[in-house]
C-alpha cells in the first residue's frame, strides 16, 4: 500500500465493531422469554441486532463481534445464518461470543465491561487500532466512520454517541453534560433526576450506548477496571465516568451521522424496549412516508434471506376478499379472503377466510383462524389463532387472557392461547 493510499484509507477499515448482545429486555415481557431482545424480529423481515450490524457493515467496519449471554440460541442460530459471508482472505471476520467462564469457571459477563475484558485476547488477536463498542438492541442507522474521525481528529479518549431525549424519557439512559467544545464534564448512569441541557430545559443529552476507543487504551482501562474491587464491570456505571474524570471523553452528536434517505426528514433513533415502543415503531413502518425508511438501497439492513415464496393473496367475493391496505407482507405469507390494514405480516403468516388484522404486528409462522378479528396486538411466532377469536373489544377480557398494556395493546403468545383451553 502506497503512503497516499494509506492516507486516504477509511478509518473504519482500522476498527473492529463490538456488539453488546447479552441482555433479555425484559419489559418486553413475554416477547422475551425464549429469546434475547437483539434477537427479536423487527420490521417484517429483520431482527433488532441487524441494525447495529449493517450499520458496521455499511460504515465499512469487516471485522465484527458480538458478545450474546441471555437465552442466544436463536440469536446465534440468525447471526449464523445471515452474517455468515465475512471473509478471512480479505482481512474480514465475525466472531460470535458467547459467555463461557474465559477468566474462571466461575464467573460469566458481570457487565457490558466485563463482556469485552473477558474477549481481550480474541480482540488483540485481529490487531484492530480503534474499536467501536455498540449495543445491540436499537432501531437506527448511523456512519461509524465519520465517528470515528471525530474520535482521531479530537485525539479523544472515548468518544461517546449520544442524542436529545425528553428528561422524563432520560432515566433509562446514562446523562451527560459537556462544555462548548464537546469536551464531556460530567456522566452519570440511570439517574432519578436527569441533568437538563442548559439551553434546552426540558431535555437531556442521553448517551446512545456507543463508543470509540482506540483499541489499546481501552485494554488498559478494561484492566484497571477489573481490578477495581467495588466495580460494577460496566461502562456506563464506571468506565466512562473514570475517563470523564481522568481523562478526555469527548460527545458525538448522533445528527453528525445519522443516515437519511432523501424522504426521511428527522434523526430517527429507538429504543423498543417496551411492548408499546416496540409496536409502534414496527407500525410506523406502514406509514405512506415512514419515519425509518426501510427501502434505501444506499443503506440496506443486511438480514437472513429466507428462501420461500413470494406473499399470495386469494379470494374475490364480497366479504371474503384477500386485500392489505397500508400494511407491509413478508414472503410465504397467504391472506386467504381475510383483511389486513396497517399492520405487519411477518414471513410465513396465514390468514384463514373472513379473518382481519389493524394494527397487528404478527411475527413469523403464526395461523390467523377463519373469522378471527384482532385489534391492536403483537402475536408471538409461531401462535395458532383460533377461530373466531376477537381481541381488541373488550378491555377486560383481553386483560384476563393476554398481556394488555395501559395503553390498551395486547401481547398474545402460544402459552396465553393454550391456556384458553
Not at 47 to 53: G, N
Not at 370 to 385: H, M, N, Q, W
Request: hydrophobic share 40%; with cysteine; charged share 25%.
Amino acid at each position: 500500500m502506497t503512503g497516499m493510499e494509506k492516507r486516504f484509507q477509511p478509518l473504519a477499515r482500522e476498527a473492529m465493531a463490538y456488539v453488546l448482545a447479552g441482555g433479555r429486555g425484559s419489559r418486553l415481557m413475554e416477547l422475551t422469554d425464549g429469546r434475547a431482545k437483539p434477537a427479536v424480529y423487527f420490521g417484517g423481515m429483520s431482527r433488532i441486532i441487524d441494525f447495529a450490524l449493517s450499520n458496521a457493515l455499511n460504515s465499512g467496519i469487516r471485522r465484527i463481534g458480538v458478545a450474546t449471554q441471555y437465552k442466544a440460541h436463536s440469536l446465534i442460530r440468525h447471526m449464523q445464518r445471515a452474517w455468515n459471508f465475512m471473509r478471512p482472505e480479505r482481512n474480514e471476520s465475525f466472531d460470535i461470543l458467547p459467555a463461557s467462564q474465559r477468566i474462571d469457571e466461575f464467573h460469566w459477563y458481570e457487565g457490558t465491561a466485563d463482556a469485552v475484558f473477558q474477549n481481550i485476547d480474541i480482540i488483540a488477536a485481529h490487531d484492530p487500532k480503534y474499536i467501536v463498542i455498540l449495543a445491540g438492541d436499537h432501531i437506527y442507522k448511523m456512519d461509524y466512520e465519520l465517528m470515528l474521525q471525530q474520535h482521531v481528529r479530537d485525539g479523544a479518549d472515548v468518544t461517546v454517541g449520544c442524542l436529545e431525549v425528553p428528561r422524563a424519557d432520560a432515566r433509562g439512559f446514562g446523562v451527560m453534560a459537556i462544555d462548548d467544545a464537546g469536551r464531556i464534564t460530567s456522566f452519570v448512569e440511570k439517574p432519578d433526576h436527569p441533568p437538563a441541557m442548559p439551553d434546552k430545559p426540558g431535555m437531556a443529552l442521553a448517551s446512545m450506548g456507543i463508543y470509540v476507543f482506540n483499541t489499546q487504551f481501552l485494554f488498559e482501562q478494561l484492566r484497571r477496571d477489573a481490578d477495581t474491587p467495588d466495580s460494577k464491570r460496566d461502562f456506563g456505571n464506571d468506565i466512562i465516568p473514570y475517563i470523564v474524570k481522568h481523562g478526555k471523553a469527548v460527545a458525538h452528536l448522533f445528527s453528525s451521522s445519522c443516515i437519511r434517505a432523501a424522504e426521511e426528514i428527522g434523526e430517527y433513533w429507538r429504543d423498543v424496549g417496551t411492548l408499546d415502543a416496540y409496536w409502534e415503531a414496527n407500525i410506523d413502518l406502514t406509514d405512506t412516508v415512514p419515519k425509518l425508511n426501510m427501502y434505501d438501497r444506499e443503506w440496506p439492513i443486511w438480514t437472513d434471506q429466507i428462501i420461500a415464496a413470494p406473499a399470495k393473496f386469494v379470494h374475490d367475493e364480497e366479504g371474503r376478499r384477500g386485500s392489505a391496505i397500508c400494511s407491509l407482507i413478508s414472503q410465504d405469507c397467504i391472506v386467504s379472503g381475510a383483511t389486513t390494514y396497517r399492520s405487519l405480516l411477518f414471513t410465513g403468516v396465514k390468514m384463514g377466510s373472513f379473518s382481519s388484522v389493524e394494527e397487528a404486528v404478527i411475527l413469523p409462522y403464526c395461523n390467523i383462524g377463519r373469522g378471527a378479528s384482532l385489534k391492536r396486538c403483537i402475536i408471538d411466532s409461531g401462535v395458532r389463532i383460533p377461530e373466531g377469536l376477537i381481541v381488541g373489544e373488550d378491555p377486560e377480557l383481553d386483560g384476563r387472557r393476554f398481556r394488555r398494556t395501559e395503553s390498551g395493546l395486547c401481547l398474545i403468545t402460544k402459552a396465553m392461547i393454550d391456556r384458553l383451553g
